[in-house]
């Protein structure tokens, strides 16, 4: 099975319409990060969340950590075409050089 | 604003070829890695590169590939004798100190033929 798990795996929303993404870990995370990935370009950072019960925005999107599930959900309120890419979460798993690990990331559509 | 900085952005190359895919990170960084992502799958780990060595790489770093710092600013990432399983796009990325974010560049697409 796969260490991280993200769900769904595609999403396609209205314009305007809340959404949230999903990010499992099965083994004791030190560091969770959310990236943005437009298709055949680089991965963009968004936030970082290291200790549980921590949340985090940026512009329109949420993001919270739940340390005890070791779980993070991203949340996009009021969702705009802008939005639309792959959402990706990293994890460090306590590598000491911070390498990450990737899960397969959100197909996020956003229907004008 | 800073960014990691990745050329060509596009190579083909003939199987059993060698490649070189290069990287500028973001100036102050010290910590430096390669990504790889093979077309539908997962972002994976590489090699990290800490204090002009090589502090951490995965399975999939085999003997084909090796990694330079040849000078202050480039990063780069070499594949002895590519293979059609190495096309891929290759991401170099950069950190600062501490456990913060990593930077990522846009990506070199190498396409093995």
């Known amino acids: 099975s796969q260490e991280l798990e993200q769900s769904p795996q595609s999403l396609i929303v209205q314009e305007g319409k809340n959404l949230t993404i999903n990010c499992t870990s099965s083994?004791?995370?030190?560091?969770l990060y959310w990236y943005k990935q437009k298709y055949g370009e680089g991965l963009i950072f968004l936030m970082m969340?290291?200790?549980?019960?921590e949340e985090k925005s940026h512009e329109k999107i949420t993001a919270k950590l739940d340390e005890k599930k070791q779980q993070s959900s991203l949340h996009i309120t009021a969702s705009q075409p802008s939005h639309a890419g792959i959402y990706l979460c990293?994890?460090?798993?306590?590598?000491?050089?911070?390498?990450?690990?990737f899960g397969k990331g959100t197909k996020l559509s956003v229907k004008p | 604003e800073p960014e990691v900085t990745q050329t060509p952005s596009h190579q083909v190359t003939q199987m059993g070829q060698e490649v070189i895919l290069r990287c500028v990170p973001i100036?102050?960084?010290?910590?430096f890695y390669w990504y790889r992502q093979i077309l539908g799958q997962k972002v994976e780990f590489l090699v990290s590169?800490?204090?002009?060595?090589?502090?951490?790489k995965s399975e999939i770093f085999d003997d084909q590939f090796s990694v330079e710092r040849p000078d202050g600013s480039n990063f780069t990432l070499k594949i002895r004798s590519t293979k059609l399983e190495d096309s891929a796009m290759y991401f170099c990325?950069?950190?600062?100190?501490?456990?913060?974010?990593?930077?990522f560049g846009q990506g070199t697409r190498l396409t093995v033929v």
């Open positions: 990325a950069s950190r600062g100190t501490g456990l913060r974010e990593a930077f």
């Open positions: 083994k004791t995370l030190y560091g």
């Open positions: 969340l290291q200790k549980g019960g």
């Open positions: 990293g994890v460090n798993y306590g590598g000491s050089q911070g390498n990450l690990i």
């Open positions: 100036s102050n960084h010290l910590y």
């Open positions: 590169f800490y204090n002009n060595e090589i502090s951490e």
